[in-house]
């Protein structure tokens, strides 16, 4: 149980509910900033504005999976109005006061590191990636049957990377019945391809691998589909960068090939918000009950 726990959830989609229905249960404190035209209310949560949350007070924040953007910003698809995470509330919280996130980016980090408030980044856990690469991968099938005239069976496929998002979506896609290829640079994620009895090659060999691909699926978050590599792309492929914003791809020039190419890095809040939502409460009941038990402790 979580008695005594006061928390704030700031900002957030359809999956915060989730979350604020499970932290609600174990019976911690919710001020819920960003929130005001939500219409079902919870039973010990409370929708305030940030100006007027006793931040003193505050054992713990929850940030949406994409955390802030590099102004600070916070997303609040429940509200209209803009919130900010800044310096000045997060040096007004206790110094055990820890912030839950999705991902980071260098505005946060260097928030955290100027306040010396401890920034815990859920999808670093196994558990949770693993997890939330069922409802990916369900909504990147979703996207390819929606944006394509081909069936997905005998069509070849290339996914880019090897992690939690990338294993699931290459089996899934290969289990549907398509020709799937996964590109690597470790050795090791070569060698687990093979195993899986998927078609490996290395990045340096983007340029020749796409030529015949219907459908490529991206997981790197760093530039690895250029305008060299969309250049040697049939125009009818399929991009679907699942990479955080800004993503993998060059959009610009793909739009000027004629190659659809779209963005899609929130695909669980998406396609499935209550079970991504499930998901991160479950994650983040564990780790608060034993961040409480620990500063009690310290406490004896």
């Not at 069922?134 to 909504?139: A, D, H, K, R, V």
């Not at 978050?221 to 699942?242: F, N, Y």
């Not at 959009?251 to 659809?260: L, M, S, T, W």
């Amino acid at each position: 149980m979580l008695t005594g726990m006061q928390i704030a959830v700031i900002g957030g989609d359809a999956r915060q509910l989730e979350v604020i229905r499970k932290l609600t249960e174990m019976d911690a404190k919710l001020s819920l900033i960003g929130f005001e035209q939500l219409d079902h209310a919870f039973t010990g949560a409370v929708k305030e504005k940030v100006e007027d949350v006793d931040f003193s007070e505050v054992d713990t924040i929850i940030l949406p999976v994409p955390g802030t953007n590099l102004e600070g910003k916070v997303e609040t698809i429940f509200s209209n109005e803009e919130v900010y995470l800044t310096d000045d509330v997060l040096s007004k919280t206790p110094s055990h006061c820890t912030i839950y996130s999705g991902i980071s980016n260098t505005y946060l980090d260097t928030l955290v590191n100027k306040t010396n408030r401890r920034l815990v980044l859920l999808f670093e856990r196994d558990d949770v990636a693993i997890y939330n690469s069922i409802p990916t991968t369900e909504g990147t099938i979703m996207m390819a049957i929606q944006h394509t005239d081909f069936t997905i069976h005998g069509s070849t496929i290339a996914v880019l990377g090897l992690g939690r998002v990338g294993m699931t979506t290459a089996r899934t896609f290969q289990a549907m019945g398509a020709k799937v290829k996964v590109g690597a640079r470790k050795s090791e994620d070569i060698a687990r391809i093979i195993e899986m009895g998927l078609t490996p090659f290395h990045f340096n060999e983007l340029v020749h691998v796409m030529r015949d691909v219907d459908i490529c699926v991206n997981t790197v978050p760093h530039p690895i589909l250029t305008a060299s590599v969309l250049a040697a792309m049939p125009v009818h492929t399929l991009i679907i960068d699942l990479a955080s914003k800004p993503g993998g791809t060059d959009f610009r020039y793909a739009e000027k090939r004629g190659i659809k190419a779209l963005l899609a890095p929130s695909l669980p809040g998406i396609v499935a918000p209550k079970t991504a939502g499930r998901i991160l409460a479950n994650a983040l009941s564990q780790l608060i009950e034993e961040e409480l038990k620990n500063e009690r402790g310290k406490q004896k």
